[in-house]
């Protein structure tokens, strides 16, 4: 039974996935998630529903449209096995429970957060408001407290807390830059998220989360300067992709991750 109920989780995730392509294809041009139905970007032809299974259609029609031949790209069979193997992981350690909706919530939209700053910039505030309300809801939940394994707040007074020390330290750094730089360096929407990160995962993760996500953005900034040749080193990095990244890893890999991060300042 435990095996098919994975299997419902797995299945949920994908499809559910496959609904956070439509919203991240569809929030930078200001266009419906509901309709017009899903179809394709070159030839606009509507997307049959026996074509539109999640995982599956890419793998038998090869990631192509089977109007026009075009091919549709891999992200967004990634982005619907990213979120099938999450919710997996959730439900190993939730089981069938409340618990699950929240954190498979947290995780589909942190997944959309993380590409839509990708492509656009921009951390919706009809996205990241909401998560700080479901972290809220986590902290009550005391989920830290029943899944220790899972890096969350343990209490409503360690979510709350998080919140704001995740959204106080990140807006703080953002004066200081502007302060000693004259431009601004960190967007309001960074904040925003980090208020949910903190929300969700309680004020002890916020250090080692923000280093992780940091070291994450400079050396992928280092990588792009030396590809383009940027000399002054000033060009926007979507920092809230790092933010995203490094949530999914220390909710899940977190005991390791503080581990490592604990041997790196000595214990």
């Not at 539109?52 to 096995?81: D, H, K, Q, T, W």
């Not at 990241?128 to 029943?146: E, F, Q, V």
Request: hydrophobic share 55%; charged share 10%.
């Amino acid at each position: 039974m435990s095996a098919l109920f994975a299997l419902y989780a797995f299945a949920l995730g994908a499809i559910i996935g496959s609904f956070l392509n439509v919203v991240i294809h569809r929030y930078p041009r200001e266009e419906s998630i509901v309709f017009p139905p899903s179809r394709c970007g070159y030839c606009q032809a509507r997307i049959k529903p026996y074509d539109n299974i999640p995982i599956l259609s890419y793998l038998i029609l090869l990631g192509r449209c089977r109007s026009c031949g075009v091919a549709f790209g891999s992200r967004y069979v990634m982005i619907e096995l990213a979120n099938a193997l999450f919710y997996l992981a959730i439900f190993f350690h939730t089981g069938v429970s409340l618990a699950f909706i929240p954190l498979a919530a947290i995780v589909s939209m942190t997944i959309v957060l993380i590409y839509i700053d990708l492509d656009i910039q921009i951390l919706p505030d009809v996205i990241d408001l909401p998560g700080i309300l479901i972290g809220l809801l986590i902290g009550w939940m005391g989920l830290g407290t029943l899944y220790p394994q899972l890096i969350l707040a343990v209490d409503l007074l360690d979510s709350i807390f998080g919140a704001a020390f995740g959204a106080s330290l990140l807006l703080a750094i953002g004066m200081v830059y502007k302060l000693l730089r004259k431009i601004e360096g960190m967007g309001l929407g960074d904040v925003k998220m980090l208020a949910m990160i903190g929300a969700v995962t309680g004020w002890r993760a916020i250090f080692p989360l923000l280093f992780l996500a940091s070291v994450g953005g400079a050396i992928i900034g280092l990588i792009v300067a030396a590809r383009q040749r940027h000399e002054n080193l000033q060009f926007p990095i979507p920092f809230g992709v790092f933010l995203g990244l490094a949530t999914l890893a220390v909710i899940f890999f977190g005991n390791t991750l503080f581990t490592w991060y604990g041997s790196l300042l000595g214990g």
